[in-house]
């Protein structure tokens, strides 16, 4: 994305009531910005989202809130210390990565897809 897109967006979500410059009244920071009204509702309705298809509609999934200061220990047990990493795919032809369980979620996602059509016609 160029300087004139990205100055444009800006411009945009601004005037729209998205962000505004974070400490404005005080001469603010320079590319940091704040949520305005409409920029916290679709934040929000984004993260509800999320929580909802990824926790609420799964039975095998216990949401938690948790905060990010925790004791080291809950970091190491975890795995994010020692060995925490995301199994990743090159595309030689496209030249970029991917994360390896969101290939294999795309793939069921489409044969489960596949399935429901053939079940349709069978119908």
Known sequence: MDKDSLKKIISHSKEYGFIFPSSEIYEGLNAIYDYAHNGTLLKNNIRDYWWKSMVQLNENIVGIDSAIFMHPKTWVASGHVDAFNDPLIDNKDSKKRYRADVLIED???????????EEKQMA
């Open 107 to 117: 793939h069921i996602e489409k044969l489960n897809l596949k399935v429901q059509k």
